[in-house]
């Protein structure tokens, strides 16, 4: 009888992995430390240097259906979670792109236990980052996530829409400036 409500407490759990990071994340590791809060109800991006707000970005664009926890290949949300810088592309489409670590081990938790992954596939995601030092980008959960510049966007649709297919874009001026704060291994919390 206990059985199936084991087992839905422990789905629950798995399901809200992200959810009780998020909890934490928007605190500071150290009174040094520069971070980045993309927050997704009021469409702004905040650079932090511990608990002092550095920069503000708004409106920022995140991607065209919203912002969830779970994201999937062509879904076109931008996925919550906490993530690190992990490369810079200079000569982007986008003006400046600065990827993040999208899928992170949390996603691919929450993957196999949702079902989206199976068994192998969460095997070879780890395998993946293990060989590379970097998820996977090309699986179900999708890839390719960061914050980027509008490049040829239109600064019009930029100002009223979120518009990407699951990025955080700001505009190329905004982009520029972020860059000269960030480096590799910066932590971003999208909320």
């Not at 993946?128 to 239109?154: C, E, K, S, W």
């Amino acid at each position: 009888m206990l059985a199936p409500l084991t087992l839905a407490v422990g789905h629950e759990a798995q399901a809200n992995l992200i959810e009780t990071m998020l909890a934490r994340a928007d605190l500071p590791r150290h009174g040094g430390e520069v971070w980045i809060l993309v927050d997704d109800s009021d469409a702004t991006l905040s650079v932090y240097r511990g608990d002092l707000l550095l920069e503000r970005f708004a409106p920022v664009s995140l991607g065209r259906s919203g912002a969830d926890t779970m994201r999937t290949y062509g879904g076109n949300v931008t996925p919550k979670g906490e993530f690190r810088v992990n490369r810079f592309n200079w000569e982007s489409q986008w003006h400046i792109f600065i990827g993040l670590d999208y899928p992170t081990p949390a996603h691919a938790r929450m993957a196999l236990t949702s079902g989206l992954y199976t068994e192998q596939d969460y095997a070879d995601y780890f395998a993946y980052y293990r060989r590379h030092g970097y998820p996977p980008q090309q699986t179900v959960l999708g890839g390719f996530i960061g914050i980027h510049g509008l490049g040829r966007a239109d600064p019009e649709v930029h100002a009223s829409y979120h518009w990407t297919q699951g990025c955080v874009a700001v505009t190329d001026a905004e982009i520029e400036r972020l860059s000269e704060l960030v480096d590799i291994g910066t932590r971003v919390v999208i909320r």
